[in-house]
């Protein structure tokens, strides 16, 4: 049973640029949730996909932007980038109940680092 | 708002000494989930436990142990017979139920694990 797989692992980039980060859930998974974890701290919500839509939101500016694809997997954007958006994103995927909303099982992270 | 409260920056213990993790909590809201996440050097979230508002009953699974308190907004993690292997950070987090509620997790800033042998 594969679980929540993320791409790349580590990525450097310079100040301005945009980066793209994937994420492909855990087997049977419909959902996916995208968090930044800054050094030291806990990880923050950014956003959850379901069904190819944005459901929730955090307080992230635009700049930060995903897309899910029909296979439920997930794209995070970041444009114009900041040093500030140093950190590590972590791509956690649920199963969306009629009842509850199951349990989030995380990735192992891309660790982003802006120069 | 919703909050979480991990005071414990770092803990450091020896090797099969007890061990408790503490958890504060703040919401106004009557249906929420609190659990429990430890993140090892890899980096990778481990989902540990997870407790409905409703169900104050303690858990024990092998040497962990988890405490819910409603009164206090506690939710207190506890390894017994700590070993190596269990140094990590852990996390405690909070999902609030309900309309306009999707299942985002709002995370303490964690605690620091070191069992030295």
């Known amino acids: 049973d594969a679980g929540v797989t993320q791409s790349p692992t580590h990525l450097i980039k310079t100040r301005g640029q945009q980066v793209t980060l994937r994420c492909s859930p855990k087997?049977?998974?419909?959902?996916v949730s995208w968090y930044q974890q800054a050094l030291g701290q806990g990880p923050q919500f950014i956003f959850q996909?379901?069904?190819?839509?944005?459901?929730q939101r955090g307080n992230f500016p635009d700049r930060f932007s995903g897309h899910q694809f029909p296979n439920y997997s997930s794209e995070l954007n970041v444009n114009a980038l900041l040093l500030g958006d140093s950190a590590l994103y972590l791509c956690?995927?649920?199963?969306?109940?009629?009842?509850?909303?199951?349990?989030?099982?995380f990735g192992p992270g891309t660790r982003l680092t802006v120069l | 708002a919703q909050k979480v409260t991990q005071a414990q920056t770092e803990i450091s213990v020896v090797e099969k000494e007890d061990v408790t993790l503490d958890c504060v909590y703040e919401?106004?809201?009557?249906?929420?989930?609190l659990f429990w996440y430890k993140q090892p050097p890899s980096g990778e979230l481990v989902f540990l436990i997870r407790?409905?508002?409703?169900?104050?009953q303690n858990e024990i699974s092998g040497r962990y142990s988890w405490n819910f308190q409603k009164s206090t907004s506690s939710f207190n993690f506890t390894i017994t017979a700590s070993q190596v292997v269990d140094s990590a950070v852990y996390f405690c987090?909070?999902?609030?139920?309900?309309?306009?509620?999707?299942?985002?997790?709002?995370f303490g800033q964690g605690t620091t694990l070191q069992v030295k042998p």
């Open positions: 956690a995927s649920s199963l969306i109940r009629p009842t509850a909303t199951d349990t989030q099982y």
């Open positions: 087997s049977g998974h419909d959902t």
């Open positions: 996909y379901y069904e190819e839509e944005e459901r």
């Open positions: 919401t106004r809201d009557t249906t929420y989930y």
């Open positions: 407790r409905n508002s409703f169900d104050e």
């Open positions: 987090a909070l999902r609030i139920e309900g309309p306009g509620n999707t299942g985002k997790l709002i």
